[in-house]
């Protein structure tokens, strides 16, 4: 009977532990994937247009993407595939560059690097650092939920000053289930 509650204890302190093991995995791996993003991102600044994290990564960063008054900063990469926003933001590759006539169209995870764009406010503001060193300054024009397959986004729609930047996130925030809605916040170029 003592053999058995010890063969017992040792097999849930074995799961146990990997368990824990798991749960602190991920996080690691998601901290080191922000660390080579970062490296990548300052190739990219350098001149480096193939820029990569990681050698056999099939993403590479574009853009940084601030929001100053909620003081959260992201690298943006080219794709917005599953496996690109797992690591951060990706830039809708059927869309215009940032900057660029048209527009923009930026998704991620609302869990992640977007958790807080509900915060933001119509007039908030959104900088974007290209690799070559220029920051365009975009305003919040607007901020609405949609379906997922009605947006109602064009990505030839240059709004009033030429160049526009939709941030998309899943809704409602609160959320952990896939969704039919979508967050949006758009803002025109300043």
Same mark, same amino acid.
């Not at 000053?161 to 952990?176: D, E, S």
């Given at each position: 009977?003592?053999?058995?509650?010890?063969?017992?204890? @040792?097999? *849930?302190?074995? $799961? !146990?532990?990997?368990? $824990?093991?798991?749960?602190?995995?991920?996080?690691?791996?998601?901290?080191?994937? +922000?660390?080579?993003? =970062?490296?990548?991102?300052?190739?990219?600044?350098?001149?480096?247009?193939?820029?990569?994290?990681?050698?056999?990564?099939? $993403?590479?960063?574009?853009?940084? *993407? =601030?929001?100053?008054?909620?003081? +959260?900063?992201?690298?943006?990469? =080219?794709?917005?595939?599953?496996?690109?926003?797992?690591?951060?933001?990706?830039?809708?590759?059927?869309?215009?560059?940032?900057? %660029?006539?048209?527009?923009?169209?930026?998704?991620?995870?609302?869990?992640?690097?977007?958790?807080?764009? !509900? +915060?933001? =406010?119509?007039?908030?503001? @959104?900088?974007?650092?290209?690799?070559?060193?220029?920051?365009?300054?975009?305003?919040?024009?607007?901020? %609405?939920?949609?379906?997922?397959?009605?947006?109602?986004?064009?990505?030839?729609?240059? !709004? &009033?000053?030429?160049?526009?930047?939709?941030?998309?996130?899943?809704?409602?925030?609160?959320?952990?289930?896939?969704? &039919?809605?979508?967050?949006?916040? *758009?803002?025109?170029?300043?």
């Amino acid at each position: 009977m003592i053999d058995r509650l010890r063969l017992l204890a @040792i097999g *849930l302190l074995l $799961i !146990g532990s990997s368990l $824990i093991g798991w749960g602190l995995y991920m996080p690691a791996k998601a901290a080191l994937a +922000q660390i080579l993003l =970062e490296r990548a991102w300052v190739r990219a600044q350098q001149g480096d247009a193939a820029a990569k994290p990681w050698p056999w990564a099939d $993403i590479s960063p574009v853009a940084e *993407l =601030e929001i100053p008054r909620l003081h +959260q900063k992201n690298i943006v990469l =080219e794709g917005a595939s599953g496996d690109a926003m797992a690591f951060g933001p990706g830039h809708m590759a059927n869309t215009p560059a940032i900057g %660029r006539r048209g527009t923009a169209i930026v998704a991620a995870h609302r869990d992640m690097q977007f958790e807080g764009l !509900g +915060q933001l =406010e119509r007039g908030d503001l @959104i900088v974007a650092t290209l690799h070559d060193g220029s920051r365009l300054v975009f305003r919040v024009v607007d901020l %609405r939920v949609v379906r997922a397959n009605a947006s109602g986004l064009d990505p030839a729609d240059a !709004g &009033p000053t030429g160049a526009r930047l939709a941030l998309v996130t899943c809704f409602p925030f609160n959320g952990v289930l896939h969704s &039919p809605l979508r967050y949006i916040v *758009l803002a025109d170029r300043v």
